[in-house]
T-cell receptor, first 112, second 113 residues
Framework: DTAVSQTPKYLVTQMGNDKSIKCEQNLGHDTMYWYKQDSKKFLKIMFSYNNKELIINETVPNRFSPKSPDKAHLNLHINSLELGDSAVYFC???????????FGPGTRLTVL | KQEVTQIPAALSVPEGENLVLNCSFTDSAIYNLQWFRQDPGKGLTSLLLIQSSQREQTSGRLNASLDKSSGRSTLYIAASQPGDSATYLCAVRPMEYGNKLVFGAGTILRVKS
């Protein structure tokens, strides 16, 4: 059973396109996160939702918009993709805010 | 601003050797510290979580210590195996922003058989 799943695993697209990455967790957790891992392998948080409410919004271009239809899902929509958006995007979840975070397998986004 | 540094950036050891990975953080005001493992092309697997009030945690051949006052943590791996080869990431949860993790750049470990 996959605890935190992401789709797609790989995404290759042209500059200027709009794309979405989906995340689902079946752990019954209240809090979900999106992280970006750049080419230097640094993981940085982008967003965090607790019970469908946005609680963290780091300095991320407003082309990135998270959407949480329910507690088990946190999708990431990206408008007008740019070359610099190429990275691996990880979704994670935790039972509550300070608990252990469980990560999905990542989505490798390549913008051409 | 919290910053996390991991040393060394890469490490190659023969099978069976005991090894230590180091993590340092600039602000001691943290809720906890977590060690993760990342395999190529895969997500992160949580290895150990140490609360700020704890000094160490153990799981199998892994032992993580935390010295909050000096801003340091170590991950000790006993009797290393080729299957331990991966990138090891250290992350702290700052008290100022308790709902996010601040990661180090990781240590790439290779255990040779």
């Amino acid at each position: 059973d996959t605890a935190v799943s992401q789709t797609p695993k790989y995404l290759v697209t042209q500059m200027g396109n709009d794309k979405s990455i989906k995340c689902e967790q079946n752990l019954g957790h209240d809090t979900m996160y999106w992280y970006k891992q750049d080419s230097k392998k640094f993981l940085k948080i982008m967003f965090s939702y607790n019970n469908k409410e946005l609680i963290i919004n780091e300095t991320v271009p407003n082309r990135f918009s998270p959407k949480s239809p329910d507690k088990a899902h946190l999708n990431l929509h990206i408008n007008s993709l740019e070359l610099g958006d190429s990275a691996v995007y990880f979704c994670a979840s935790s039972l509550t805010v300070p608990d252990t975070q469980y990560f999905g397998p990542g989505t490798r986004l390549t913008v051409l | 601003k919290q910053e996390v540094t991991q040393i060394p950036a890469a490490l190659s050891v023969p099978e069976g050797e005991n090894l230590v990975l180091n993590c340092s953080f600039t602000d001691s005001a943290i809720y906890n510290l977590q060690w993760f493992r990342q395999d190529p092309g895969k997500g992160l697997t949580s290895l150990l979580l140490i609360q700020s009030s704890q000094r160490e945690q153990t799981s199998g051949r892994l032992n993580a210590s935390l010295d909050k006052s000096s801003g340091r943590s170590t991950l000790y791996i006993a009797a290393s195996q080729p299957g331990d080869s991966a990138t090891y990431l250290c992350a702290v949860r700052p008290m100022e922003y308790g709902n996010k993790l601040v990661f180090g750049a990781g240590t790439i470990l290779r255990v040779k058989s």
